[in-house]
């Protein structure tokens, strides 16, 4: 992995609402993109990745989209609720063993 | 099963001085991965171990050693820390297979003065 970029930094949407957080990486060989979320003082979790071979993954209220061609990838959390909150990094790798380049992460604050 | 556990959890030195932080995992995996994390940056990649027995740079491995003790744990060691080094350190695993997830421990806090 090379370069990932993150946007926005920090998103507010109200309680119910949609929220998108969009990613742009470099390397053309990267092939593994996970997200991670991450409370205050606590460990980045993973909610959700995908692969190369895949354009969109859903997990209940999350779900992943990615464009190989554009080089970007995007989450996506619908119906958001109170316990959305927190900070989210997006992540790519080039496969294999190698570790994961990481976005600066977005905060995500859900508007009661 | 812990999964990852990192020790330990917070600590203060001075400038100069040495510290070993440990990790260890118990999900059999095979790659083992630190990290640190400063605000506003994201999580930044010091080295890594594919498997027992190797060990690769990151992005920022200067001012750091790294041992892969056996299959399970992986030290990172500062042997003269500097103010720069003071940062939230996370270690990660995963099976090393391709496009596989990694795993964090809670971090160990470090601030140095």
């Known amino acids: 992995g090379e370069n990932v970029e993150q946007h926005p930094s920090t998103l507010s949407v109200q309680e119910g609402d949609s929220a998108v957080i969009k990613c742009t990486y470099s390397d053309s060989a990267s092939n593994y993109f996970p997200w991670y979320k991450q409370e205050l003082g606590k460990r980045p979790q993973l909610i959700i990745d995908?692969?190369?071979?895949?354009g969109e993954k859903k997990d209940q209220r999350i779900a992943v989209t990615l464009n190989k061609t554009a080089k970007h990838f995007s989450l996506h959390i619908t119906e958001t609720q109170p316990e959305d909150s927190a900070v989210y990094f997006c992540?790519?790798?080039?496969?294999?063993?190698?570790?994961?380049?990481f976005g600066k992460g977005t905060h995500l604050i859900i508007q009661p | 099963n812990a999964g990852v556990t990192q020790t330990p959890k917070f600590q203060v030195l001075k400038t100069g001085q040495s510290m070993t932080l440990q990790c260890a995992q118990d999900m059999n995996h095979n790659s083992m991965y630190w990290y640190r994390q400063d605000p506003g940056m994201g999580l930044r990649l010091i080295y890594y171990s594919a498997s027992e027995g190797t060990t690769d740079k990151g992005e920022v491995p200067n001012g750091y050693n790294v041992s892969r003790l056996n299959k399970r744990e992986f030290s990172l060691r500062l042997e003269s820390a500097a103010p720069s080094q003071t940062s939230v350190y996370f270690c990660?695993?995963?099976?090393?297979?391709?496009?596989?997830?990694?795993?964090f421990g809670d971090g160990t806090r470090l601030s140095i003065l």
């Open positions: 990660a695993s995963n099976l090393g297979q391709a496009r596989q997830p990694q795993h």
């Open positions: 992540a790519e790798s080039g496969g294999g063993a190698d570790g994961l380049t």
């Open positions: 995908i692969r190369s071979n895949v």
